[in-house]
T-cell receptor
Framework: ETGVTQTPRHLVMGMTNKKSLKCEQH?????MYWYKQSAKKPLELMFV???????ENNSVPSRFSPECPNSSHLFLHLHTLQPEDSALYLC??????????????FGPGTRLTVL | AQSVTQLDSQVPVFEEAPVELRCNYS??????LFWYVQYPNQGLQLLLK??????LVESINGFEAEFNKSQTSFHLRKPSVHISDTAEYFC????????????FGSGTRLQVQP
């Protein structure tokens, strides 16, 4: 595997289910991100992790719970979601370096449908 | 805080015609600017970026974008499009210091017709 992978690619869940999204990067990066892509709206940054530590939570509801056990893996745990949470969830990674900008590499996303 | 406006949600164009996708941004600090492309069922890929230096930047597949500070714009252009350029294009910005997370526009769907 190369780049950034995400599993599953598609997920359908009920509002009472608990599920998890997984992201894995094979690029040796130390920063990872979750974004939400909804129809007709800009990509929304949800969480940022640097060296396994959460450095940004963009006012995301607590029904979304991220976990970063190491620099290569990022999870998004989901519980009691609402239909409006249906979207494409994108994971990205980059190599944070002070004083310069590092390109973010994106995974293919997980298409989530909440019934 | 930053914001990005992509003025056109969809741009239909015939093959081999020129195209311009518009992007305007708002920021109280200096920014870096990016264009990402998303092909169907794929994640975003970096197309080109402006960090400093020449205000005209180019990609390997014929796209170019020009940073205009006075108009706070970073429009994307291609003189002759191909069917394979059909995709969604996102403009994004990030401050040149501090926080590195990207702020995206809402995207422009480029539809190239034969």
């Amino acid at each position: 595997e190369t780049g950034v992978t995400q599993t599953p690619r598609h997920l359908v869940m009920g509002m009472t289910n608990k599920k998890s999204l997984k992201c894995e990067q094979h690029l040796g990066h130390n920063a990872m991100y979750w974004y939400k892509q909804s129809a007709k709206k800009p990509l929304e940054l949800m969480f940022v992790y640097n060296f396994k530590e959460q450095t940004e939570n963009n006012s995301v509801p607590s029904r979304f719970s991220p976990e970063c056990p190491n620099s290569s893996h990022l999870f998004l745990h989901l519980h009691t979601l609402q239909p409006e949470d249906s979207a494409l969830y994108l994971c990205a990674s980059s190599q944070p370096t002070s004083g310069s900008v590092s390109e973010q590499f994106f995974g293919p996303g997980t298409r989530l449908t909440v019934l | 805080a930053q914001s990005v406006t992509q003025l056109d949600s969809q741009v239909p164009v015939f093959e081999e015609a020129p195209v311009e996708l518009r992007c305007n941004y708002s920021s109280s600090v200096s920014v870096y600017l990016f264009w990402y492309v998303q092909y169907p069922n794929q994640g975003l890929q970096l197309l080109l970026k402006y960090l400093s230096g020449s205000t005209l930047v180019e990609s390997i597949n014929g796209f170019e974008a020009e940073f205009n500070k006075s108009q706070t714009s970073f429009h994307l252009r291609k003189p002759s499009v191909h069917i394979s350029d059909t995709a969604e294009y996102f403009c994004a910005v990030t401050p040149d210091t501090g926080r590195r997370a990207l702020t995206f526009g809402s995207g422009t769907r480029l539809q190239v017709q034969p």
